[in-house]
Structure formats: C-alpha cells, structure tokens
C-alpha cells in the first residue's frame, strides 16, 4: 500500500521516483511526467510517457464532428491505479505467462505474479507502471511524432538481462498512426514480447458498448485457451464454425453470447494472422456504421488478442463517462501468449545483441 500511495502521489505531482541506477542515468536522476499532443490537421492523439500510453486518439466522423474513440483516464494519477491496462505498452512480456514461471538456458526464472497463480503484462511494475524518457517530441509539421525509451533492468519482475526498450508514435499521413517497437537485449538472453492495449469505440469512447460495430479478422486460426486464458495444450486450430470466425465481416456482438473469454461471456481469444510472419499485413478491419468511423490495423506480429472489455462494471473513464461492459474493444498485436514455455510456439528469445521489432498501423476513415 505504501508503494501505491508513493506512486499516486508522485503522479498527482507530475514527478517521477529516481530512475533505476541500471536505467542509464546517475543516482538521483529524474524523470518527468506529461501529456504530449501529435496533430495533423482535425487528427490527433495524446500520449503520457507514463507507460508510453495512448490516451487519446481524435478524428471527425462522416458529418465531420470530432470524437475521441480511445478508453480513458482525465488524469495520470487515475492511470496509477489503473487495473484495465488503458492505452499502455505492456511487457517485457505481454499477455499471460503460466504460473509465472520459465525456464531458459537450464535456468528456472520466477515471475512477479499478478493474475491469480499466472503472470500478466510484465508483472505487477511491467512497462505499463514505469516512466518513460522522451527522447524526441515533434508535435506537428509533416511527421508529427514522439519517442519513448526505457531501460528495462537486469532481475525486473523475476526476468534477466538488461533489454533497451523504444516506442514511437507517428503521424505518417492523413488519419493514420504508426506505432514501431522495439527491445534489445543487451547482455543476457531474454525472452521480449510488447503490445499495445488500447480500447477502441468508434462511435466515441463514450458512446455505449461496441457489439453493434462490424469487425473483420484476417486470421483463419486460432491458439486454443483454456479458463485462465493461457494456450494450456498448445494447440491451434480453424475458426471456421465456430463463434470466433471474424473472415467475413460480421457484428461484434453477433455471437458474443456464444463465447466465453477465460470465465466471462465475451471475447478474449488469441487469433494467428493469416500470412508471413514479421511481414506487415492487414490484421483487422472495424467500423462503427452510426458514425461512419472505421479502422484498419496492419502489423508485423504473429498473434493477435481480441478482447471486448468484458469486465467493465461502472467503470469510471474520461469526462464523467461511465463504461459498462463491452464498451472497447482491443486489438493486441503480439507474439504467441505463454511461448516461454510452448516450444511448439515460435521463440521469443533475444539473444545478446539482438533486436526485436514490432510495427502497428492504425488507418482511420470515416
């Protein structure tokens, strides 16, 4: 409790804990916190170097009246307590990691464990808690853009080796937002695996649930999850028949009912992206008919989560809004969940030296 009270008063402040003394910088250094603006015309976002996090995401809709359709916070401090994971940068390993627990290169690594007996989203102070350096801010001109950067520290939440972390996000043409990752390992291999956790609600982020948007997937498989939403057999199978079958477009909330993500009615499924991997290549396609919003995300990655904010209970957003549940939808991009302890799974190893990368691209229409 004194951790989180320390927290939530430096955020209130607008002022970070001294860095790390692995984070490259000096004892005693520090950090700020903020809120930075990209703009391009009527299109803008707001990111806080405090988790990297996308707190806003504005462009018209087909009447030309502007909206925000990113899930939120009004204030950094509210993120602090946060337990939704809005708008942030997850890792160094995103997504679920069995019991914690892995093993590499004959040695068994133990996890900080915050979701019951299993390990989320890099653990209980995973990138989506820590304060980031902003390397570069450039809010308008032709490339609106801002990079982040963290050092993720040798032993952080169990995990070895010290790994650089990056993030930028771009404005690179009208309505459309680039977001590139990457980590390396700088001296201990590591296993890196980053994602993105924005909800989207395309109508406006308050504007009522998402099931009645029209979702495309381009994934015809499917890593099977057991009740705690970890791929427990290691198998992959066809979407075809079942609920999870997004090929042709359809609602979202067309078969929701059918679905239950780990023990809530709704989606939670990790979906294998149609094509090469580490290829760039259309991953979702979703619009919002009321407003005429839609959105249409490219990426780099192997995976992709479908979740719909299924635990939304009078969840308290941005502007007074109050989010119920399927309010958002998140589209997470990312390597196969648990494949620290799936050999079948594709390696999300680093090596020394080594360099992950990760590429999004959200283009937005209306």
């Not at 005429?292 to 719909?308: D, F, I, S, V």
């Not at 969940?337 to 680093?350: G, K, R, T």
């Amino acid at each position: 409790m004194a951790r989180r009270e320390m927290l939530l008063g430096l955020a209130l402040l607008c002022l970070a804990a001294s860095a790390h003394p692995a984070a490259g910088a000096g004892a005693g250094a520090r950090k700020m916190v903020g809120v930075y603006e990209l703009r391009k015309g009527d299109f803008s976002v707001k990111v806080t170097n405090f988790g990297a996090r996308l707190m806003s995401v504005v462009f018209p809709d087909s009447e030309g009246n502007l909206a925000d359709v990113v899930l939120g916070k009004d204030t950094i401090a509210e993120y602090v307590d946060d337990d939704f994971y809005f708008g942030p940068i997850t890792g160094r390993i995103a997504q679920r990691v069995a019991r914690g627990r892995f093993v590499l290169d004959g040695k068994v690594y133990h996890m900080y464990r915050n979701d019951g007996n299993n390990t989320i989203h890099g653990g209980g102070r995973g990138f989506s808690k820590t304060i980031w350096t902003v390397k570069e801010h450039v809010a308008g001109g032709e490339s609106p853009h801002i990079t982040l950067y963290y050092r993720s520290f040798d032993g952080e939440q169990g995990l070895p080796g010290n790994v650089d972390a990056y993030v930028t996000y771009r404005l690179s043409a009208p309505y459309t937002l680039g977001v590139h990752m990457n980590g390396t390992a700088l001296d201990r291999a590591t296993p890196v695996n980053f994602l993105l956790h924005v909800y989207w609600n395309l109508g406006g982020h308050g504007a009522g649930d998402v099931l009645g948007h029209t979702l495309r997937l381009f994934a015809s498989r499917h890593a099977v999850l057991d009740e705690e939403l970890l791929p427990s057999s290691g198998r992959v199978e066809p979407v075809a028949g079942t609920p999870l079958d997004f090929r042709a477009p359809a609602a979202i909330g067309a078969r929701i009912r059918r679905v239950v993500g780990g023990r809530a009615v709704g989606y939670d499924a990790n979906y294998i992206v149609d094509g090469g991997e580490g290829e760039m290549r259309p991953v979702a396609r979703a619009r919002d008919g009321a407003s005429g919003r839609a959105l249409e995300l490219w990426a780099n990655q192997p995976t992709m989560q479908l979740y719909t904010g299924n635990n939304f209970n009078r969840t308290r957003g941005k502007g007074g809004r109050v989010y119920e549940r399927y309010a958002g939808f998140c589209l997470e991009t990312m390597g196969y969940v648990d494949a620290v302890n799936h050999p079948e799974f594709p390696s999300q190893i680093l090596r020394p030296g080594q360099v992950y990368h990760h590429d999004m691209v959200f283009k937005f229409s209306f």
